[in-house]
């Protein structure tokens, strides 16, 4: 059990993908079928930015800023003051991601686009790591380097097929 609770913490962006899956799943079994394609996006999308860019980054947070010996360890890094920074930055991003739980469309553009490229130049850091450093520790070339890139690019999935979501009942609302 030490093991698996080891894992959900240490890999939190997978857990909290998993955890919003889930939770997406039950918020559809609740809805009366059958379920249209906005529906289902809505689900995925409203939980996506709850728990994988609301609830992830304020874990990021509070690691970042209150246990940065143990962030930075795992990440295969000194500790530096530069952790609280990463740590509010996390916060940012966090109170973006609940507001856009329930948010206009360009309040989730604005959550989906932001820990995007913070994500993304997080994983492009953690390659140069990799690369020059040959750090290979679980915080840089673990679960989490691949989770830097599927995040982000999930995100924008989820936002294209809102928008189209959107504009498809636009369309049909002015026919």
């Known amino acids: 059990m030490n093991k698996l609770i080891q894992f959900v913490m240490e890999n939190f962006t997978l857990s909290f993908l998993v955890l919003g899956l889930v939770v997406s799943g039950i918020a559809l079994l609740r809805k009366p079928r059958p379920w249209s394609k906005a529906i289902v996006v809505e689900a995925l999308f409203a939980w996506y930015l709850f728990f994988s860019i609301g609830c992830s980054f304020f874990y990021n947070f509070i690691m970042h800023s209150f246990f940065g010996e ?9 500790q530096s ?3 609280f920074e990463v740590g509010t ?7 973006v991601g609940f507001l856009a739980f329930r948010g ?3 309040m989730r553009a604005a959550a989906v686009v932001g820990p995007a490229m913070f994500l993304l130049g997080a994983a492009g850091g953690h390659i140069y ?3 020059t450093a040959h750090n290979f520790a679980p915080g840089n070339a673990g679960v ?5 890139i599927l995040l982000p690019l999930l995100g924008i999935v989820l936002l294209a097929m809102q928008c189209r979501c959107q504009k498809a009942a636009q369309t049909e609302t002015a026919l």
């Open 104 to 106: 206009s469309l360009g």
């Open 144 to 148: 989490i380097f691949y989770t830097d």
């Open 129 to 131: 790591q990799m690369v």
């Open 89 to 95: 930055a996390s916060l940012g991003y966090a109170v």
């Open 70 to 78: 143990i962030a930075a360890s795992f990440i295969g890094w000194s």
């Open 81 to 83: 003051p530069f952790q």
